[in-house]
T-cell receptor, first 114, second 114 residues
Framework: AQSVTQPDIHITVSEGASLELRCNYS??????LFWYVQSPGQGLQLLLK??????LVQGIKGFEAEFKRSQSSFNLRKPSVHWSDAAEYFC????????????FGQGTELSVKP | NAGVMQNPRHLVRRRGQEARLRCSPM?????VYWYRQLPEEGLKFMVY????????ESGMPKERFSAEFPKEGPSILRIQQVVRGDSAAYFC????????????FGDGTRLSIL
């Protein structure tokens, strides 16, 4: 069955430090991969997506993610975290074969220390 | 350029009542998805609709839940005879006909059952 695992439930980093949020997926077909961010009481905002091509994708707000097929991973990175990045981050996988519905990970809550 | 609009933002119902959640997709989007987010969990797919058609309802509970996306008007997620366990945030997402495009999410409806 398809699944998405975000191993880290909660991460705390200092402002200005680098960030990496992990995401592993299990999927038989070629997946589409996404990272979304959710602020409290808000909906989900798309940070970036991978459909095909270059395995390093750039997103909004200075985020990037790298698709590694051999590791079934799609980790999110940011070189320098800002206090406004504190939020919940969700990795999701989708595929045309499943009609476009998304399967989400459990989420990683990011806290930023001053 | 309005995004995905959901209303109401907050809905309070007593056990046994009906809840109706509305979603207007982004302009030009013909695909609508509903997801449910329980406390401390990620989003779970419920149903995927196109105009006047339910394409995939594999995530819908077998009883009390229904969804529609009529030719005119918003998509409706209907929950009959609500129970405490229905308390959650319900998110709607939309995408254009090209399902390789990412889904855009609304801000959700927070349903509370008294």
């Amino acid at each position: 069955a398809q699944s998405v695992t975000q191993p880290d439930i909660h991460i705390t980093v200092s402002e200005g430090a680098s960030l990496e949020l992990r995401c592993n997926y299990s999927y038989g077909a070629t997946p589409y991969l996404f990272w979304y961010v959710q602020s409290p009481g808000q909906g989900l905002q798309l940070l970036l997506k991978y459909f095909s091509g270059d395995t390093l994708v750039q997103g909004i707000k200075g985020f990037e993610a790298e698709f590694k097929r051999s590791q079934s991973s799609f980790n999110l990175r940011k070189p320098s975290v800002h206090w406004s990045d504190a939020a919940e981050y969700f990795c999701a996988v989708g595929a045309l074969e499943q009609g476009g519905k998304l399967i989400f990970g459990q989420g990683t809550e990011l806290s930023v220390k001053p | 350029n309005a995004g995905v609009m959901q209303n109401p933002r907050h809905l309070v119902r007593r056990r046994g009542q009906e809840a109706r959640l509305r979603c207007s997709p982004m302009k030009g989007h013909s695909h609508v998805y509903w997801y449910r987010q329980l406390p401390e969990e990620g989003l779970k797919f419920m149903v995927y609709l196109q105009k006047e058609n339910i394409i995939d309802e594999s995530g819908m509970p077998k009883e009390r839940f229904s969804a529609e996306f009529p030719k005119e008007g918003p998509s409706i997620l209907r929950i009959q005879q609500v129970v405490r366990g229905d308390s959650a945030a319900y998110f709607c997402a939309s995408s254009p006909a090209d399902r390789a495009q990412p889904q855009h999410f609304g801000d959700g409806t927070r349903l509370s059952i008294l």
